[in-house]
């Protein structure tokens, strides 16, 4: 599914909408079926382990306002495929919210509860911040990234104001913006 917002707002005055939109499908999941799921860094959700959604947001800016005129947000989301039905290779990476292919609830419903959580948070989007904070699977593991074609090793410390990634390496701390990197593993400790 995809929303298309018209902030016309500075880039420095937006919110982090990855952010907001993972929360509120994590709100959303959860309190229409108690299903508990997890919120992995930047912009995936996981279940038992597994990626059951991926969020992705893009930015139009407007050069002549400097001002970003349009977001587009895309949600995919497995909802109720059997988990026999997912291709073997993906048998272990990937789950739907209903993985025995038997919905409590329909799609409609889901979406809907999304998108009230989403605006909910855009009218407050610091709650989001914390919500994502309190409820992200990474903080406290152990990390590996690519950036600029080198790969580091860290724990992922915290999750900063803007909703990047704090990783601490051994030798330096850094600041890890979705943009920049994707994780390549996560270890507990």
Not at 24 to 46: C, E, H
């Amino acid at each position: 599914m995809t929303l298309h917002l018209k902030p016309n707002l500075p880039y420095d005055k937006l919110p982090s909408y990855t952010l907001l939109v993972a929360g509120a499908i994590y709100k959303a999941i959860k309190n229409l079926t108690l299903i508990d799921i997890d919120i992995k860094w930047v912009n995936d959700i996981y279940m038992d382990g597994k990626k059951v959604c991926g969020i992705l947001s893009e930015a139009v800016s407007d050069m002549e306002s400097g001002r970003i005129s349009h977001i587009i947000i895309g949600i995919g989301l497995n909802f109720s495929v059997p988990q026999n039905h997912f291709p073997a290779d993906l048998q272990e990476k990937a789950i739907s919210v209903f993985p025995d292919g038997q919905a409590s609830v329909t799609r409609n419903q889901l979406i809907s509860k999304i998108w009230q959580e989403l605006f909910t948070y855009l009218s407050h989007p610091e709650k989001a911040l914390d919500f994502y904070k309190e409820k992200s699977f990474v903080l406290g593991k152990t990390v590996s990234f690519n950036q600029k074609g080198t790969t580091y090793v860290g724990l992922a410390k915290e999750i900063g104001d803007h909703g990047e990634l704090i990783v601490q390496t051994n030798e330096q701390k850094m600041s890890l913006s979705s943009g920049e990197i994707s994780l390549t593993s996560i270890r507990t400790q």
